[in-house]
């Protein structure tokens, strides 16, 4: 799951960071993303083949701070448990252009991860945090996530995305702890 807002005004966002890297995998598993009815009508979203493993592939339509509900329509239609799920997301307390593999913990203040933990009645699923880095000087946080990144970040950005895209494959195909430990060093 990759998380941001909808609508062409947010899509350079750095909160939108996590549906960018998102698109990027389904992009490399050749899975178009498309509205869904029922259950699934709140994101957009795709199944296919990623590093050797069927995955379902979505992004919410919603807001980011209603997440939640996508999300668990998503699980309850595809019959998956809350600790299969990866998302993918923003992070403030990581440097830009760094990426983190964990499970569970805190939401740190983000409100698309605390709406899923909510909806899903645990913190206990994967995370691919991107770093985005904090604010400069005494900007609000909540400002500063809503903005496009920056000219110097956008030139780095493809490469954060693609940096991403492939941690979450390696953490597909190895787990969680073998990818935290080629991961981490690197970024």
Do not use: W
């Not at 809350?82 to 997301?89: N, S």
């Not at 252009?97 to 409100?111: D, F, I, M, Q």
């Not at 956008?154 to 935290?180: F, K, N, S």
Request: hydrophobic residues 35%; proline residues 6%.
């Amino acid at each position: 799951m990759g998380l941001g807002n909808p609508g062409p005004q947010y899509a350079g966002n750095r909160h939108n960071v996590g549906a960018m890297v998102l698109e990027e995998l389904a992009r490399r598993a050749g899975v178009r993303l498309a509205p869904g009815k029922g259950a699934r009508s709140r994101a957009v979203s795709g199944e296919g083949r990623l590093a050797g493993r069927r995955v379902v592939l979505a992004v919410p339509s919603t807001y980011m701070n209603e997440s939640g509900g996508p999300v668990r329509g998503l699980l309850d239609y595809h019959k998956l448990p809350p600790e299969q799920l990866v998302v993918l997301h923003d992070e403030l307390d990581i440097p830009f252009s760094a990426v983190r593999l964990k499970r569970g913990g805190g939401e740190g203040g983000h409100n698309g991860l605390r709406s899923i933990s909510r909806s899903t009645g645990t913190k206990d699923y994967l995370r691919v945090r991107v770093g985005i880095g904090r604010p400069p000087g005494r900007q609000d946080p909540a400002d500063f996530v809503l903005k496009d990144f920056s000219s110097t970040e956008r030139r780095e950005l493809d490469l954060l995305v693609v940096e991403a895209a492939d941690a979450t494959e390696l953490l597909l195909t190895a787990g969680l702890e073998a990818a935290q430990n080629q991961v981490h060093p690197r970024t």
